[in-house]
């Protein structure tokens, strides 16, 4: 069966980096875009980054251009988040998620991980 | 960039009513729309895609429908496992993905 599970949140101070990742298992890997989906303590999903099934193109949220780099490892069936310049508003459950489709524009999302904390804080 | 506003913000109704989420975007995206429910300190799970198609799995209880700017989400006979935090989300354009600000359901 399809599982997704992330991994590498913490506590980083502000203005560090961290790298989130999300290894799947159950479908291949390489036929399908992927997403990260944020939430923070209390509040609604954002949408984060998407990549394309073969990684040639990414897309990203305004409140994160710059900053966060997406990629995604077909050996390893991993997909990345590089979280550079951390801020306090980062701070969120960072979800990653199955596309329905193989384009970044994305479609829906059908499988997505339990989530891992990431906490921006001195 | 398009805006995805829902409404209400949060509702309350009892068990066996009939409950009816909207969803408007800002310019028409088709039916270029999913619904998810959120149940408290769980994972958001995928209802309908494409404004009206059911997700494998998901009782027939729920149904959605809409085109162009105007999409709604209704729950025929309300169940206490209803009890959950609903988003809208727009597809298909760039910026690829937009969900609403949610709707919280509880049980009156």
């Known amino acids: 069966q399809v599982q997704v599970v992330e991994s590498g949140g913490g506590v980083v101070q502000p203005g560090r980096s961290l790298r989130v990742s999300c290894e799947v298992s159950?479908?291949?890997?390489?036929?399908?875009?992927m997403h990260w989906v944020r939430q923070a303590p209390g509040k609604g999903l954002e949408w984060v980054a998407s990549i394309s099934y073969d990684g040639s193109n990414e897309y990203y949220a305004d409140s994160v251009k710059g900053r966060l780099i997406i990629s995604r490892d077909k050996s390893k069936n991993t997909l990345y988040l590089q979280m550079n310049s951390l801020r306090g508003e980062d701070t969120a459950v960072y979800y990653c998620?199955?596309?329905?489709?193989?384009?970044?524009?994305?479609?829906?999302?059908?499988?997505w991980g339990q989530g891992t904390l990431v906490t921006v804080s001195s | 960039d398009i805006q995805m506003t829902q409404s209400p913000s949060s509702l309350s109704a009892s068990v066996g009513d009939r409950v009816t989420i909207t969803c408007r975007a800002s310019?028409?995206?088709?039916?270029?729309l999913a619904w998810y429910q959120q149940k408290p300190g769980k994972v958001p799970k995928l209802l309908i895609y494409?404004?009206?198609t059911l997700q494998s799995g998901v009782p027939s209880r729920f149904s959605g429908s809409g085109s162009g700017t105007d999409f709604t989400l209704t729950i025929i006979s309300l169940l206490p496992e209803d009890v959950a935090t609903y988003y809208c989300q727009k597809y298909g354009s760039a910026p690829p993905l937009t969900f609403g600000g949610g709707t919280k359901v509880e049980i009156k």
């Open positions: 494409a404004a009206s």
């Open positions: 159950g479908f291949t890997f390489s036929s399908y875009a």
């Open positions: 998620a199955r596309d329905m489709g193989y384009s970044a524009y994305g479609r829906a999302l059908d499988y």
């Open positions: 310019q028409a995206i088709s039916n270029y």
